[in-house]
């Protein structure tokens, strides 16, 4: 398949509809409950699922991904192609053009300048962002008319379909945050908790790691929609109680994220007036493997940056941990069928997924005979190991959850078994995906040595989410840890095929490097993985218009849902 058949496929367009509301703000409120609270609305400060989820109904890209992983447009007229002219035949370069007549919800117009600036904010120097690799290729952004721009590369692109595409790179409006560049970004509160936006809803007022309610978008594009007049988005609290109030007593439209085992989903949703709802993307539970020194010693900012950990690049420290791991058992407590064993990072689409590696069976005895030939034994006989006179003691911090504190159980349980010890560490979901630079248990800063929680990527494509391993992308101080390399992994040999990656155009290569890619990180301790999961959340029985979206945000649609009578 060639450059052009190759980028057709890409841009798959599916058009769109729901129903013929009779009139905007006609259903009255949609309650909306996320137990991990969002705590800031700009996307570009938080890599938290929650907070870019919450973002999506006021903030909006050029274009996004579908419910089948296609691109459609959403503020551009049209996707640029090769046919239409909107791609160079070189692929060096792509030209968005807005649709015509978008004003913002304040009611001045939309225009190529806001796509300019979302760049030149998300690229400043002097500060972080946390999905800059979603302009990894990116050369230049240029104002070619009032309505278009045109985003030229480093080099050709097969996937031009990355930057101001998907939920994380929304289009800022330049009059509110022309303010907020560099390291000003995380200080304007007001409009990170207050964006002005083309979404179907329109902050009223947001309190992080709380509630936000919201207005429908007077200024909405479509005439007819939103259906509901107002938004009551509430967060905290726990998965248990988010799926209760939406299957069991209805308190609540629609939830995400609703971390439950499978007996207990089935039985909350026995009350007949909500529906579970779920769908594989490559979303993936794994373990970070810490490649700095989490020493406490060491000061706040030289644990991030201190190379390397005591004992985790230890290959046969980081494998024998995986060994001990029953995964069949972790999918059968925590996920039933919404759950996969994987060994990949890498666990979707099926043409990226690698078949490398084997974990489908524990092995403490191979765990155990790995770390005794690497000398890595108990000496003192107090049952735990050590590396160069290092004992093998591991702080593991995961959010708040049933299921995931199930999962640090089990798993301490298993590394007891092979001679480590484990402290557990659970935080609320609010802080430890939080966007508090101030905070120290944010899973970006990273202060323990293994830490679990689940990430996807948007579209089908995965060279932006291959970016997260590069060397240059892991969160410091200097960036203000916006940097989306949570383990502070680096490779050299994975950043050079990495941009072998970005300069190959036939999608069978492109697989082939990718499945390198993700083997390599695995291979060398980046990550443990542990379950390939899929989206579970729930709505009531009297939302319509739903579609479970696992290439994008959940709520990329909202603005065609509405009440059933």
């Known amino acids: 398949m060639g450059f ?15 129903p013929a509301f009779a009139e905007r703000g006609a259903d009255g409120e949609l ?38 992983g296609a691109v459609v447009a959403w503020l551009a007229d049209e996707v640029p192609t090769l046919e239409n002219g909107g791609v160079s035949d070189d692929l060096m370069s792509i030209t968005w053009t807005l649709k015509e007549g978008l004003i913002w919800s304040d009611g001045s117009a939309v225009t190529s300048e806001d796509v300019k600036f979302t760049y030149d904010y998300c690229t400043h120097p002097d500060a972080g962002c946390a999905h800059i690799t979603k302009f990894q290729s990116v050369s230049t952004v240029e104002v070619t008319g009032p309505r278009s721009v045109i985003v030229t590369f480093k080099t050709p692109q097969p996937n031009p379909y990355v930057p101001f595409v998907g939920g994380e790179n929304a289009i800022l409006q330049k009059a509110q945050f022309g303010a907020c560049l560099g390291a000003a970004a995380p200080t304007c509160t007001a409009e990170n908790f207050g964006p002005i936006g083309t979404g179907p809803f329109v902050v009223e007022e947001f309190r992080p790691g709380d509630v936000m309610t919201m207005v429908a978008n007077d200024n909405y594009r479509e005439a007819d929609k939103p259906a509901f007049a107002t938004v009551m988005f509430k967060g905290g609290g726990d998965a248990f109680s988010a799926a209760q109030a939406i299957l069991k007593t209805g308190e609540f439209d629609y939830g995400m994220n609703l971390q439950l085992a499978p007996d207990v989903m089935a039985g909350l949703a026995e009350g007949g007036i909500g529906k579970p709802i779920a769908g594989f993307g490559p979303l993936l539970e794994r373990i970070m493997l810490n490649h700095t020194n989490p020493d406490p010693a060491l000061g706040p900012d030289e644990r991030a940056v201190v190379r390397p950990h005591p004992f985790l690049q230890e290959p046969a420290v980081f494998k024998a941990m995986s060994m001990a791991i029953d995964r069949p058992a972790l999918v059968a407590q925590g996920y039933g069928p919404s759950g996969k064993v994987t060994c990949n990072w890498l666990a979707a689409p099926p043409a990226v997924d690698s078949d490398t590696f084997a974990c489908d069976t524990q092995d403490i005895a191979g765990a155990n005979a790995l770390l005794d030939k690497a000398g890595i034994v108990d000496s003192d006989g107090d049952g735990i190991r050590e590396k160069a006179g290092t004992p093998l003691r591991i702080l593991f911090q995961t959010s708040n959850s049933a299921v995931r504190q199930d999962f640090q159980a089990l798993i301490k349980s298993w ?4 001679g480590i010890e484990t402290e557990l560490r659970d935080i609320p979901a609010s802080v ?40 240059d992308k892991a969160p410091t101080p200097d960036n203000q840890w916006q940097g ?7 490779m050299p040999e994975y950043d050079a095929l990495f941009e072998t990656l970005t300069q190959t155009a036939d999608p069978a290569k492109r697989a082939q490097i990718a499945k390198k890619l993700n083997d390599m990180a695995v291979e060398n301790g980046m990550l443990i993985p542990l379950v390939h999961r899929g989206r579970q959340s729930a709505h009531a029985l009297s939302l319509g218009g739903v579609n479970l979206n696992v290439w994008d945000t959940e709520l990329w649609n909202a603005a065609d849902w509405y009440r059933i009578d």
Do not use: H
């Not at 058949?5 to 729901?18: F, K, Y």
């Not at 909006?60 to 579908?66: G, K």
């Not at 590394?415 to 092979?418: A, G, K, T």
């Not at 430890?432 to 679990?452: H, I, N, R, T």
């Open 4 to 18: 052009k058949s190759s980028l057709a496929a890409l841009s798959t367009l599916m058009v769109l509809s729901g």
């Open 31 to 68: 309650r909306i409950i996320y137990w991990q609270a969002p705590t800031t609305l700009n996307p570009y400060l938080s890599s938290g699922s929650k907070d870019i989820e919450a973002a999506a109904l006021t903030l909006e890209p050029l274009a996004r991904y579908d419910a089948d």
């Open 415 to 418: 590394w007891r078994e092979i």
């Open 432 to 471: 430890y995906f939080g966007s508090d630079l101030s905070s120290p248990d944010s899973m970006v800063k990273f202060y323990a040595d293994v830490e679990m929680y689940a990430s996807d990527f948007s579209g089908t494509d995965p060279q932006s989410y291959l970016a997260r391993a590069l060397c």
């Open 484 to 490: 989306e390399n949570v383990s502070r992994f680096c």
